[in-house]
Nanobody, 124 residues
Framework: QVQLAESGGGVVQPGGSLRLSCAVS????????IGWFRQAPGKEREEVSC????????IYADSVKGRFTISRDSPENTVYLQMSSLEPEDTAVYYC?????????????????WGRGAHVTVSS
């Protein structure tokens, strides 16, 4: 059974940093594309970043380029989202997800498996 579990959310002041983790079980992160998404209250879900299977090609939303960094740790089977220079507009529930297709590259296809989300609040 494939499962994704986010952690690392919290409350941070503007300009601060957080690192989100997406612990993956049932598949190897090297073999599947994993994406980070967010949904703010009253807004549509937005893709934040994605890391491709195998070659690790990465994409970022324009809104987070230069501030967020996605990475993966193969031994830990975990994908991270390092968030810096956080802004109130980054407040959202952050989810990781995969299309559960071996070898896919970003952007991912239909997202089949989701985590439960991690709340991030950026406020002074």
């Amino acid at each position: 059974q494939v499962q994704l579990a986010e952690s690392g959310g919290g409350v941070v002041q503007p300009g601060g940093s957080l690192r989100l983790s997406c612990a993956v079980s049932g598949i190897a992160v090297d073999d599947y594309g994993i994406g980070w998404f967010r949904q703010a209250p009253g807004k549509e879900r937005e893709e934040v970043s994605c890391i491709s299977a195998r070659d690790g090609r990465i994409i970022y939303a324009d809104s987070v380029k230069g501030r967020f960094t996605i990475s993966r740790d193969s031994p830990e089977n975990t994908v991270y989202l390092q968030m810096s220079s956080l802004e109130p507009e980054d407040t959202a529930v952050y989810y990781c997800a995969t299309d559960w297709v071996v070898g896919t590259t970003c952007p991912l296809g239909i997202l089949e498996v989701w985590g439960r989300g991690a709340h991030v609040t950026v406020s002074s």
